[in-house]
């Protein structure tokens, strides 16, 4: 079974930033991918970012402002977050999968989420 907490949300301005953590329980990174969702009010579940080895993905509309890393010592994953605009707000989840997938259906766990909010 894995486990996986996130924190680190909050409000912030825009042209801010935040940086999410997601820890993990157990050998997660040596068996599972990592990745980060967000879903806004009233719409459906969006793919951010996932680590999986050396690999790494992300969704367009974060690229080059965010950036996805693990700590393999403290089994976290973060979410490093800049020049944050209004239309990041989310809750924003962690989830494991078996394979590096932008696909939220292939992800196994998930944590509780956090609140991002980013105000203009």
């Known amino acids: 079974q894995v486990q996986l907490v996130e924190s680190g949300g909050g409000l912030v301005q825009a042209g801010g930033s935040l940086r999410l953590s997601c820890a993990t329980s157990?050998?997660?990174?040596?068996?599972?991918?990592v990745g980060w969702f967000r879903q806004a009010p009233g719409k459906e579940r969006e793919f951010v970012a996932a680590?999986?080895?050396?690999?790494?993905r992300y969704v367009d509309s974060v690229q080059g402002r965010f950036t996805i890393s693990t700590d393999n010592a403290k089994n976290t994953v973060y979410l490093q977050m800049n020049s944050l605009k209004p239309e990041d707000t989310a809750v924003y989840y962690c989830?494991?999968?078996?394979?590096?997938?932008?696909?939220?259906?292939?992800?196994?766990?998930w944590g509780q989420g956090t609140q991002v909010t980013v105000s203009s």
């Open positions: 157990g050998r997660t990174f040596s068996t599972y991918v």
């Open positions: 989830a494991a999968a078996g394979v590096l997938t932008t696909r939220a259906a292939m992800y196994d766990y």
């Open positions: 680590v999986g080895g050396r690999s790494t």
